[in-house]
């Protein structure tokens, strides 16, 4: 069985890896949902569909990331909104530069627009109120390549065998060669962490640079 409890020995750590353990099992091993558990939702089918509406079609106006964002989705599938928001909610777990409320606000703003509702549990809202790292000046003003990244490492991350899933999550050197065959976030320097998935919080490897680009 995958090693995916928690491994950080701060006690601020806990609720955190709690929640990206289940994302790591249910989610990137499995095609489940971190918000509705009788759900697939992280399927190849809703990755594809994200993929091309979101990270294929970025959005270069002058409007802020909610706007923008909000345009992005505007016709995407309940599944595929739905999957963006785990994915949101996988990106902005282990930051503790955002406050509980502004990351609760990031991730129902994605939730609001669902035909059928579905609401944050209190276990991942509590989450929300710790952090293990600052994610710096990029967390914001590139969270649009941030969140492009997650789709593609998911899809890349899903691509791969059950067992190879298994192995990383259980080595982490397994896992940072699957983030490092990733496609490189379109960004100049990807400056902090993307990924946070037991066993370790996976930083090192999400922070190599890449050749600068535009959306």
């Known amino acids: 069985m995958s090693r995916t409890s928690p491994t950080l020995s701060r006690i601020g750590s806990v609720p955190v890896e709690e929640i990206a353990a289940r994302i790591l099992q249910h989610c990137l091993i499995e095609d489940g949902s971190i918000l509705t558990p009788d759900r697939g939702v992280w399927t190849a089918v809703n990755l594809r569909e994200l993929h091309r509406e979101y990270v294929d079609a970025p959005d270069v106006s002058a409007k802020n990331f909610g706007e923008k964002l909000a345009s992005q989705l505007a016709d995407t599938s309940d599944p595929a909104r739905q999957l963006f928001a785990e994915l949101y909610i996988l990106n902005v777990l282990p930051l503790d530069n955002f406050l ?14 669902l035909k059928t509702p579905v609401d ?84 090192a490897d999400c922070q190599h640079s890449a050749e600068t680009a535009t959306p």
């Open 100 to 113: 509980q409320t502004t990351k609760v606000g990031y991730i129902q703003g994605v939730l609001d627009e």
């Open 120 to 203: 944050i549990p209190d276990d991942i809202a509590h989450a929300f109120s710790g952090g293990v790292f600052n994610g710096g000046r990029a967390f914001s003003s590139r969270r649009w390549a941030q969140l492009s990244f997650l789709v593609e490492f998911a899809e890349y991350f899903k691509s791969q065998s059950i067992a190879i899933r298994r192995e990383a999550a259980d080595h982490p050197n397994a896992m940072k060669q699957l983030v490092r065959s990733t496609r490189p976030p379109r960004t100049g320097t990807a400056t902090g962490p993307v990924v946070h998935v037991p066993p370790r919080v996976l930083s």
